[in-house]
């Protein structure tokens, strides 16, 4: 017979025999549709926000390019290099502190001072509506400002209330309702202050050193393409090459927000991968169920001369057919999900989202949904396709007929590793996407092990003299256990949620405990070189008992390494963030608090030679660094070149001062700059900080004063708000293993039947039989748990402790949680199907004996 005639002949009796329906495969088709929905429904909604942020480039950047400075404002050749482009608009940004008038009150703020020709891209909505001359001119004493409601709720006050903003009075003229170009200045921890420009120069908040980023953002004509922009950059680059500028385009508007969806994007893809695979033990349980049903049929084909590779492919078309129905199912739940998303995250997100149809997302699920189904599939139709035609006559099933041939076993294996290799290729981190997938393979094998082990142990246990316990043992081992199904399923989806438990209490406790109990009660930035003086007699006679760190501070952009463009440098992800954007900066003579030298020697106090800095030995390491390399930083529109003198072992976790470079005193000789202070007083009550707080903004108003618990609560929130969505996403993975876990009952609910019905007829209770049964849930569902427990365990240790670099602990209440659930889940839903099993009449069942 030709291989078309055959393949014909298969697809003409696979038709024939799904006309009995999808009976049996519910499990099935809902794991593939949950996984597929997961996958494809992640990476739609990401493109969908990228895609918003893409369209939306103009409006969220302010510009079609924009150039921001930090420290300084453009030179006038700078500026008129910017204004020779088209309509330009200069805004600066800086944080400060804003108090009532009459001093009772004050809070961080995000300032952001914006001149005449704001916003060139969208428009700034207030309630009331004004004009700028409105919102920000000079009346009756005072300028104008606008906030968003946050700023006052924070202080309780009203539209028209008056607040002192450095050396200057500023009116609150109107709420922000829509702030076109928001998303583009990066998150604040403080709520919004918007005034002018000259309102902000009037403030004397500005001053030689202060921390302020000017941006200056383009218009360019219309029909100006991509062409165009890279042209003006290169033209920036060679005319001011030691400008120091960063240039983002309009096609780049957010980058932080679009590296953070990819991010988070790429971690839910690899969780609902895993609940894909949790799910591709549903599907072998479902196949091997499906195949048990089929004997007689498999037995008949072979009794009429059909080969085993005609059977193998007769149910391998049963079981692509049946998945492509859980595809499809999944599908639509995935290309539905932006349209939801649209409308759900439409007040959280600063963009749009853009809902469509993305076929490239919906691919990616639907590839990895046909590969888990193949991977789980192969081996039981393999072991199916040997089987001779007597054996299945006899009612012996395919648990006796041994591993399938290799080639079924070879080609599971080369599908699995294509599943990950694609699963790595498509993640943009592709070392995490690594740890994963091999953490994950690497669960799966060792819950083989331990389910092996469990069923070991059950047959060498010794001979108790109770049924039920006796009973429980023995159906843990026997042959068709549901032992391997139950802690493969269970297993994984427990390991999951131990793992991100135990990461966000760690963090939780880092951040509201230790490290709050460690870090200081106040960062005070912009200290004048004129004011360190008074201000450090100021603080120290506030809190006689604290300690006070002050530390010069500038801010540099790194331009090169090794005389290399950074652009051009191939960095891991890891260590991106340090060439990314502008990088505190200091100088000192001694080796700084919190760090201890790993590697090098640190210069002399009174060095005067060439320029050194002492770099982060881990940062360093995450970029290639090693001692000898130069290393151009920018600062205050100047190059500098300083040679790698020793790197350090900094302890970012103390929350104290602590830098990535530190420089040699030389280096910035004569540069202005302003100082960097910290205070710890663990003794200082609610009312002692408020009185410093107070005292240091009355008396240095352009000082900013971060009391360092109030971060720690909004980066608390922060970080409950993305545990919650965490732990939801991986939820799915536990759906995924509960329907397994009932699949796999399921399964076993034939041989349970005939178990009962002959251990009644020898006199077995209904209660001896439901207790052997609770047992047996229990046992096996703690040994899951304590597996769950150890792997989660390992895994959360390695983030916190590896990749986070903070102490990281066992928590008891995770393991407490974790053994009830997996008790539950075990008990619970074994429990439910046996209930069933238990009221069999024995007259059917032994007559099929």
Sequence with gaps: MTLSRTLGLAWRFSLREMRGGLSGFLIFLTCIALGVAAIGGVNSVARSITTGVANEGQTL??????????????????????????????????RSMARLEDGSDQTLVEVKAVDGNYPLYGSLQTTPSLDLDGLFGQQDGAWGAVAPQLLFDRLGIDLGTRLRLGGEVFELRAVIDAEPDL?????????????????????????????????????????????????????????????????????????????????????????GLTSLVVGGVGVANAVRAYLEGKRGVIATFKSLGASGAFVFIVYLVQILMIAAVGIVIGLVLAALMPFAASAALAGVLPVPAEASIYWDALGMGALFGVL???????????????????????????????????????????????LAGLAIWFSTDRRIATIFIVATAAAFL????????????????????????????????RPGALTPSVVLSLGLGLTLLVTLALVDGNLRNQIGGSLAERAPNFFFVDIQNSEIEDFSRLVEGLAPGGKLVEVPMLRGRVMALNGIDVQKIEVPPEGRWVLRGDRGITYARNIPENSTLSEGAWWPADYDGEPLVSFAAEEGGEI????????????????????????????????????????????????????????LDQGASAEQEARILNEVTRTFPA????????????VNQIVGQLATAIRAAAAVALIASILVLSGALAAGNRARVHDAVVLKMLGATRTTLIGAFTIEYLLIGLATAT??????????????ARIMNLPASFLPEVAATTVVVALVLTVGFGLLGTWRVLGHKAAPVLRNL
Excluded: C
């Design 61 to 94: 950047l302010g510009g079609d390019i924009r150039f921001q400075l930090i420290h300084r404002q453009a030179t006038d050749a700078e500026y008129t290099f910017l204004d020779s482009f088209g309509p330009l608009a200069q805004n600066a940004n800086m």
């Design 183 to 271: 998303v583009s200045d990066g998150f604040g921890f403080a709520p919004r202050l918007m005034v002018s420009l000259d309102g902000l120069t009037a403030s004397g908040l500005v001053q030689p050193g202060s921390l302020v980023e000017y941006a200056y953002k383009i218009r360019l004509p219309e029909g100006a393409g991509e062409g165009a922009i890279q042209r003006i950059r290169d033209r920036a680059a060679a005319e001011f090459p030691e400008s120091g500028w960063s240039i983002r385009s309009r096609t780049n508007a957010a980058p932080a927000l679009s590296a953070n969806i990819e991010r988070f994007s790429q971690f839910l893809t690899l969780v």
């Design 372 to 418: 888990v189904t193949l991977a789980f599939a192969i081996l039981p139709l393999g072991r199916a396709r040997d089987v001779p035609a007597t054996a299945l006559f006899r009612e012996m099933g395919f648990e006796s007929s041994g591993m399938p041939r290799l080639v079924y076993v070879a080609a599971a294996m080369l599908i699995a590793l294509a």
């Design 446 to 477: 060792v819950l083989r092990v331990v389910a092996s082990l469990v069923q070991a142990l059950a047959r060498r246990s010794p001979r108790v003299r109770s049924t039920a316990l006796r009973l429980a043992i023995g159906n843990i081992h």
């Design 624 to 679: 290639g660094l090693k001692l000898g390399d130069t290393i151009t930083v920018n600062v205050l529109g100047r190059n500098i070149t300083a040679r790698i003198a020793n790197f350090r072992n900094v302890e970012w976790e103390s929350m104290g001062i602590n830098f990535v470079m530190v420089f040699s005193p030389n280096t910035f000789a004569g540069a202005p700059h302003a100082w960097l202070a910290t205070l």
């Design 703 to 714: 000082v900013t004063t971060v009391r360092v618990k109030d971060a720690l609560d909004i």
């Design 787 to 800: 597996f769950a427990l150890a792997a989660g365990g390992v895994a959360a240790w390695f983030v916190v």
